[in-house]
């Protein structure tokens, strides 16, 4: 059997319709040099409904793999992924699409350059009030050649909103199979490990190569919310998502700061952690307190926004930011991120128009029925490309801390009120 170019993992679980949506979307690439593995860790009930998805399309290139469906999610990645036979292996979550010409993309990247790891940026569709929004990211349509650890410092280093999007992650790349077998051997152990996998991924991925291309372009669509939405109004998915780990909520963050558990803690606690098992390669990397502390109050303004009540987490990284050195306080205080979120916004209230939310997308957005209308009314209306000097490339975009908007407004002052109590230990 020959060795396909590609191998795109769809780790899935209870979600037959959009898996059935994310493997169209393969199937439908201008190349088709590839196999589809699909990692099914569905519960019983759901399990059978996901294996006749895969049966009626019947496509040969398609790897049914059946786990108990009690693998965590980063251990359901982790399989799917050992599957991969192709050159170069990626990973399409199952409520995502690949845009048509995605693999075509970044093959030609691979061909010109020869690079281990290609990564692109996605827009979003059925993320607003209707559940049937297009949003498109803002984008330059050029492919960027950066060196690896450039990527990593500005996650640990840069700007606290658009440090993350710039990480490469297997789920937003594809990576050469020999670059992951060698982090399979490297004493991590595994490509996709816990908390957050598709972040642990992208760590890896850059700490054992040396270059890369980024595209500046949207190469998938993202649909609906998932694991970091739940995180963010403490829902019914995160508590599911903690028990198959075995962890509690502090222990997410027992590398950080303070115990306020929101997603850019997690996300550096997972680099802390990888760290602490691959010293060597990892040695340079500590946590950057302000860069913490605004990406935090970032994310609770921004779970605020859309009601949910985590004033503990709040209080908890203000109490910690009270125990830091005068110049981290006041480089936090005095950023707009921190009275935005003394704020407390009320839910409904209009989402950030602020230049820090780019992917955000700004404005009205056209609605469809359904992604793959989306995908064919964008391709007959290419998105506008931001503007570039004519006379030469610039480097990908990546704004320090020093560019985070200054305060500008007076806070208003908190409702006194508090929510229950969050559980430090699941039952």
């Known amino acids: 059997m020959s060795t396909p170019f590609f191998s795109i993992a769809i780790p899935s679980k209870n979600r037959p319709d959009r898996l059935e949506q994310a493997v169209r979307s393969v199937l439908d690439q201008t190349v088709q040099d590839f196999e589809i593995i699909v990692g099914d ?33 980063p251990d359901n990645w982790e399989q799917a992924v050992a599957h991969a036979r192709g050159a ?21 990247e691979i061909e010109a350059t020869g690079v281990p790891l290609v990564g692109w940026f996605g827009d979003s569709y059925g993320r607003g009030p209707s559940g049937r929004d297009y949003r498109r990211r803002s984008r330059s349509g050029q492919a960027w050649l950066v060196e690896s650890r450039q990527l990593l410092d500005y996650f640990v280093h840069g700007h606290f909103k658009l440090a993350s999007k710039r990480l490469p992650k297997l789920m937003t790349a594809v990576c050469a199979r020999p670059v992951l077998d060698q982090i399979r051997r490297s004493p991590v152990g595994r490509v996709c490990p816990p908390v957050c996998p598709d972040y642990t991924s992208g760590y890896l991925m850059l700490a054992h190569t040396e270059r890369l291309v980024l595209i500046d372009d949207a190469l998938f669509i993202s649909c609906g919310s998932g694991n970091g939405s739940s995180f963010r109004r403490r829902g019914a998915l995160a508590d599911r998502f903690l028990r198959d780990l075995g962890m509690t909520w502090p222990s997410l963050v027992d590398r950080m700061p303070t115990q306020a ?35 935090c109050l970032a994310d609770y303004e921004k779970a605020a926004r859309r009601g949910a009540e985590l004033f503990e987490d709040y209080d908890e990284l203000l109490e910690g930011l009270q125990r830091e050195r005068p110049a981290v306080q006041a480089a936090v205080r005095t950023r707009n991120a921190y009275l935005r979120a003394a704020s407390v916004l009320p839910p409904g209230a209009a989402p950030s128009t602020d230049a820090e939310d780019e992917d955000e997308g700004g404005g009205i957005h056209p609605t469809f029925d359904s992604v793959f209308r989306a995908m064919t009314w964008a391709a007959g209306h290419p998105a506008p ?43």
Request: hydrophobic letters at 45%; aromatic letters at 6%; charged letters at 25%.
């Open 41 to 73: 860790n569905s519960d019983e009930r759901e399990a059978e409904a996901t294996a006749a998805v895969v049966r009626a399309i019947g496509d040969p290139r398609i790897v049914y793999v059946r786990t108990s469906g009690r693998l965590s999610m």
């Open 88 to 108: 170069y292996v990626g990973i399409l979550t199952d409520r995502s699409v690949f845009m048509p010409f995605a693999l075509e993309r970044a093959r030609r």
């Open 261 to 295: 558990c929101f997603t850019t803690a997690l996300v550096l606690n997972d680099l802390m952690r990888v760290k602490a098992q691959d010293p060597d390669r990892f040695a340079r990397f500590e946590i950057d307190t302000v860069q913490y502390y605004l990406g």
């Open 385 to 427: 490309l931001a503007h570039m000097p004519a006379t030469e490339v610039p480097p990908l975009p990546m704004p320090s801390l020093a560019d985070v908007s200054p305060a500008v407004v007076k806070p208003k002052r908190r409702p006194l009120r508090r929510a229950a109590a969050l559980p430090l230990e699941l039952q």
